[in-house]
């Protein structure tokens, strides 16, 4: 499903003319749909969709706490930072937290991060900053929200915006037309609450089906693999 078919088949499911285009069409129902289309896109992907999920790897150079986000990057991942060269888990921690281990001169025995403005001048998004500061060249690894939700026809463009009629949507087609049916019915002054609920409702249902879920462990702990052999023991 695409673009153009979201769109349209909004317009037919509230009874208004549909066009026959909608990216760069100045008919205003076009132009109405389009907005009210990237708005239900960029809403949906302030969840944590399994589907929006991407990893990020960089290495780290001596004397040098901060580092760039992905351009895509939009949330992290919680419990997926690794330095990989130790292979030791990086945690984030709170302001306070972060405070207290860089002024009271305790030194920290494993990694720690937040996510912080530039030492050098303003950076929106902030940058990946960790303490201690790394001292050699070690390989870090996450997990990301990423904020683009759409891509080209083929696949290989990802897209936070559409732009153009053949682009389609990563989330589930049917939850995102829901999306832009009530907001389109509501944009028109009709009634849009049963829609909306509607909506609301599949946006659940989908996100708890995303991506599935793990086992939870009453220790709070994660299951070990452990390599045993199957002979030659005890």
Same mark, same amino acid.
């Given at each position: 499903?695409?673009?153009?078919?979201?769109?349209?088949?909004?317009?037919?499911?509230?009874?208004? =003319?549909?066009?026959?285009?909608?990216?760069?069409?100045?008919?205003?129902?076009?132009?109405?749909?389009?907005?009210?289309?990237?708005?239900?896109?960029?809403?949906?992907?302030?969840?944590?969709?399994?589907?929006?999920?991407?990893?990020?790897?960089?290495?780290? @150079?001596?004397? $040098?706490?901060?580092?760039?986000?992905?351009?895509?990057?939009?949330?992290?991942?919680?419990?997926?930072?690794?330095?990989?060269?130790?292979?030791?888990?990086?945690?984030?921690?709170?302001?306070?937290?972060?405070?207290?281990?860089?002024?009271?001169?305790?030194?920290?025995?494993?990694?720690?991060?937040?996510?912080?403005?530039?030492? @050098?001048?303003?950076?929106?998004?902030?940058?990946? =900053?960790?303490?201690?500061?790394?001292?050699?060249? $070690?390989?870090?690894?996450?997990?990301?929200?990423?904020?683009?939700?759409?891509?080209?026809?083929?696949?290989?463009?990802?897209?936070?915006?559409?732009?153009?009629?053949?682009?389609?949507?990563?989330?589930?087609?049917?939850?995102?037309?829901?999306?832009?049916?009530?907001?389109?019915?509501?944009?028109?002054?009709?009634?849009?609450?049963?829609?909306?609920?509607?909506?609301?409702?599949?946006?659940?249902?989908?996100?708890?089906?995303?991506?599935?879920?793990?086992?939870?462990?009453?220790?709070?702990?994660?299951? =070990?693999?452990?390599?045993?052999?199957?002979?030659?023991?005890?």
């Amino acid at each position: 499903m695409t673009l153009l078919s979201i769109c349209q088949n909004t317009a037919k499911e509230i009874g208004i =003319t549909s066009p026959s285009t909608i990216a760069g069409n100045t008919n205003a129902t076009a132009v109405r749909l389009l907005a009210l289309a990237n708005r239900t896109g960029t809403s949906l992907a302030k969840k944590q969709w399994e589907e929006l999920i991407k990893t990020h790897s960089f290495s780290t @150079s001596a004397s $040098e706490p901060q580092y760039s986000l992905p351009s895509d990057y939009r949330a992290m991942v919680n419990d997926t930072a690794w330095n990989q060269t130790t292979n030791q888990q990086i945690f984030m921690i709170s302001p306070q937290r972060w405070s207290y281990e860089k002024s009271s001169g305790v030194s920290a025995y494993q990694d720690r991060y937040r996510l912080l403005g530039d030492d @050098s001048g303003p950076s929106i998004g902030g940058k990946f =900053t960790i303490h201690p500061t790394p001292t050699a060249v $070690e390989t870090i690894y996450y997990q990301y929200y990423s904020k683009n939700w759409a891509t080209d026809s083929g696949g290989s463009t990802e897209k936070s915006a559409f732009t153009v009629d053949n682009d389609v949507p990563i989330l589930d087609e049917d939850m995102f037309t829901m999306g832009v049916i009530w907001r389109m019915l509501k944009s028109l002054g009709q009634p849009y609450q049963e829609e909306r609920a509607e909506y609301d409702q599949l946006v659940e249902i989908t996100m708890a089906n995303s991506g599935g879920t793990e086992k939870l462990h009453a220790d709070g702990n994660y299951p =070990t693999l452990s390599n045993i052999p199957e002979t030659g023991f005890g």
